[in-house]
Every structure is written in C-alpha cells, then in structure tokens.
Antibody, heavy 116, light 108 residues
Framework: QERLVESGGGVVQPGRSLRLSCVAS????????VQWVRQTPGKGLEWVTL????????VYAESVRGRFSVSRDTRRQIVFLEMNTPRFDDTATYYC???????????WGRGTLVTV | SYVLTQPPSVSVAPEKTALITCEAN??????VHWYQQKPGQAPVLVMY???IRPSAIPARFSAATSGDTATLAISGVEAGDEAVYYC???????????FGGGTQLTVL
C-alpha cells in the first residue's frame, strides 16, 4: 500500500530553522515527484515545491524561494523540507504529496503542523 | 498570476446534484484537477485532467471544462459528500501551481 508519513513539525521561532521529513513506502511511481503543499489555518491550499513535468526541475513557490529547500534520501525513501528563516506567515499544516506528470496530487500524507 | 475563483459555499438537498464551479481566464486550455477535503483530513484527488476519476472515486462524481469555467458535478448527493472542494491547475508558462479558494459543500 502506498503511503506518505510526515514528521518534524512543531513550534519554531522566526529566523530559526526546522526540517520536516516525509517517509514514503510502497510507492509504485517515481519517488522524485513527492513534494510539499501547505495549508494555513482555516484557509486554503498552497503549493510549496514541485518537480516541473517537462524539464524535471525542482521549483519553489515564490513565497518560500531562497528560504526553503528540498532534499532526498533515495535509499531510505525520505524527502526533507528544510525551512530556513521561517516567518509568521509560514505557519501551516505541511503535507507531502506525490504529483503526477499532469501535476495532480494523487497521494497525500496526513500532514504535520508548523507554528512559527 | 493566474487566479481560480470558486464560490465559498454550495448547498444541496440529499439525492440532488451539486454543481461546484471554478472560474478563470481560458481555464479550458489547462488540465483542471479537483480535490475533496473533509475536516481534519488531507485532501483527496476526486477528478484529474478535467474529467478522469481515480478508481476509488464513485461514478457519481464527474467534471467538465469549457471556456472560462470548470465544473465538478456530484449526483445523488449523500451526507458523506459534505466537504470542502478545491480546483487546481498547473500553469507551465510560469511554472506555477494554482489552487482555487475552495467551496464548502453543505448537504441540507
């Protein structure tokens, strides 16, 4: 069974760093398309990171570009989101989610809450 | 930037058909995807590429896109369909993923 499980959320002071983890298991599709989407309290969804379907390039939403970065441990099937210099408006539930080549997200974790 | 506009709420009686719209400039030129999110849960993909249903989603769900409007239709609405529904597209020209603001579906 395909599954994504996030961890690492919590309370972080503005300007400090936090690293989120997403452990993937049972994936039948490419691991590199596991990315991050966030949802602010009581509000809607916002993409954070993506793999462009045409050039397979890692891209970041403008709101986090230059501050957040994605890395992977392919052997252990873990995706990390390094959150550097977080701001108050980064407070959100962070989901790792796999997207298809049409950039529809077909598998989601349960999310981890980050409070800045 | 590209904006997807959804009505904040839609109400429908049980067993009727709910129509949830998603409006944007020439949205028919993009692949539109739809998600269902129930309280305390992660979103679930219910429709992708305008009108394709994942295997686990019942046939009561359908979708279509024309011109500036994408529509998710849920026929024979049940109490369990009560949720927030989001539309989403990928804009390759600017490498941006866009979500609509979400529509709360209430079953009367």
């Amino acid at each position: 069974q395909e599954r994504l499980v996030e961890s690492g959320g919590g309370v972080v002071q503005p300007g400090r760093s936090l690293r989120l983890s997403c452990v993937a298991s049972g994936l039948t599709m490419t691991f590199e398309s596991v990315q991050w989407v966030r949802q602010t309290p009581g509000k809607g969804l916002e993409w954070v990171t993506l793999l462009t379907p045409d050039t397979r390039k890692q891209v970041y939403a403008e709101s986090v570009r230059g501050r957040f970065s994605v890395s992977r441990d392919t052997r252990r099937q873990i995706v990390f989101l390094e959150m550097n210099t977080p701001r108050f408006d980064d407070t959100a539930t962070y989901y790792c989610a796999r997207h298809r080549d049409d950039v529809s997200f077909d598998l989601w974790g349960r999310g981890t809450l980050v409070t800045v | 930037s590209y904006v997807l506009t959804q009505p904040p709420s839609v109400s429908v009686a049980p067993e009727k058909t709910a129509l949830i719209t998603c409006e944007a400039n020439n949205v028919a030129t993009k692949a539109v995807h739809w998600y269902q999110q129930k309280p305390g849960q992660a979103p679930v993909l219910v429709m992708y590429r305008d009108g394709i249903r994942p295997s686990a989603i019942p046939a009561r769900f359908s979708a279509a896109t024309s011109g500036d409007t994408a529509t998710l239709a849920i026929s024979g609405v049940e109490a369990g369909d009560e949720a927030v529904y989001y539309c989403q597209v990928w804009d390759p020209s600017v490498h941006e993923c866009v979500f609509g603001g979400g529509t709360q579906l209430t079953v009367l």
